[in-house]
């Protein structure tokens, strides 16, 4: 039952989290309160758009050693349902290390990179090229790691993140 409660309290407060920062510029402006509508005073949510997006993890650092994507997730978002995910990254040779990309069950998981019960959604040389694609489709939260070197990359060099897909409303 405590575990029941522990889950529902990380849900809600996920939740509460990724609404806050998807709104962190609010105002009271009536009918425009969470800036989704167009611009505001100039202001317009990168991935604020009709039709779903296609959003390079990374951006134009890709995905690499040492990159905080946590915090790229914080700053390119909110990312809304059926937004296509751009996994990039260079195919391993003798100057760069392999990447890969994990996609873990939950939170505890992702805290603490534990790889056990994590599925494999990009290999060694998917990223290579145009990368790989994984697209949104669920409103749930997606943890996402690189797993190399039994999580080391995930442990030590920030390679991880987290999204919760919002539902896009259109006016």
Known sequence: MALKFGALFVLVAMSIFAIAMANKDWSTVAGNWNHTGGDFWGYRHKNCSERSNTIVVGGSENWHYGFN????????????????????????????????????????????????RARKIGEVTSGGGQGFEFVLKRWQPYYFACGEHKGIHCKDGLMKFTIWPLIRWYN
């Open 69 to 116: 994507y946590t915090d790229w997730a914080i700053k390119n978002g909110p990312f809304y349902l059926n937004d296509t995910l751009v996994f990039k990254y260079a195919p391993p040779n003798e100057t760069t290390f392999p990447h890969s990309v994990y996609l873990l069950p939950d939170f505890r998981s992702f805290q603490n990179c534990d790889l056990k």
